[in-house]
């Protein structure tokens, strides 16, 4: 069974600070998406990344997918209270038909000003 | 335009009714979905149809049936509800033929069953 793990778990920063969250897992994904959800609001997609080792940088989050495809991580410089949220990472794979997208449990962010 | 909608927004209802939520997607995608998000944020799929093929069918009561009328439209009856069913339920769609399997969500529906 395929399973993604995120930390931390909840995160609470003064504006300005800069975060990493993570995301980790023991299965070799085809692609990695990062999702961000606000309150009473559907999950939105920020990001995904397919090659190992691949860095993509969204004005202040960037993105990183690991060599091996397990893992991944979200910086996030001077962080803004817009940015708080809960952040999901999601991972894909192509082996059949039926493969299904798998999310993470989520880093609630609160950014205070 | 709303790419992804489904009513009603918010649903309270009592324990044992039947209910339904709708979900529609202009966005031109093969294959919808339903998830269920508990209170903990845990956002698990329950179905998904790929040009009105169901191919995902998760461990879900069979109390659940998801209906898609066409490739735009996936809707979820539930019946005989219970108090553990209550829940924010998302509808979303992909392309799979993209090969990145990209979610796009609806705003949810937040089901409170008393």
């Known amino acids: 069974t395929q399973l993604l793990e995120q930390s931390p778990q909840f995160l609470s920063i003064q504006e300005g600070e800069n975060l990493t969250v993570y995301c980790n897992s023991s299965?070799?994904?085809?692609?990695l998406q990062w999702y961000r959800q606000e309150p009473g609001e559907g999950p939105v997609l920020l990001v995904t990344?397919?090659?190992?080792?691949e860095v993509k940088k969204l004005k202040r989050l960037t993105f990183q997918f690991g060599d091996a495809r397990k893992d991944s991580s979200l910086h996030i410089t001077a962080a803004q209270p817009g940015d708080t949220g809960l952040y999901l990472c999601?991972?894909?794979?192509?082996?059949?038909?039926?493969?299904?997208?798998?999310f993470g449990p989520g880093t609630s962010l609160s950014v205070i000003p | 335009d709303t790419a992804v909608s489904q009513t009603p927004k918010y649903l309270v209802t009592q324990m044992g009714n039947d209910k339904s939520i709708k979900c529609e997607q202009n966005?031109?995608?093969?294959?919808m979905y339903w998830y269920k998000q508990d209170s903990k944020k845990f956002l698990k799929i329950m179905f998904s149809?790929?040009?009105?093929?169901?191919?995902i069918n998760e461990t879900v009561p069979n109390r659940f049936s998801p209906k898609s009328p066409d490739k735009a439209h996936l809707n979820l009856h539930i019946n005989s509800l219970e108090l553990g069913d209550s829940a924010v339920y998302f509808c979303?769609?992909?392309?799979?033929?993209?090969?990145?399997?990209?979610?796009?969500f609806g705003p949810g529906t937040r089901l409170t069953v008393l």
């Open positions: 979303a769609s992909s392309s799979r033929t993209s090969g990145m399997d990209e979610q796009f």
């Open positions: 299965s070799v994904f085809s692609s």
């Open positions: 990344v397919v090659t190992g080792g």
């Open positions: 999601a991972g894909a794979s192509w082996k059949t038909s039926y493969d299904k997208v798998i």
């Open positions: 966005l031109g995608h093969d294959t």
């Open positions: 149809y790929n040009n009105k093929e169901l191919i």
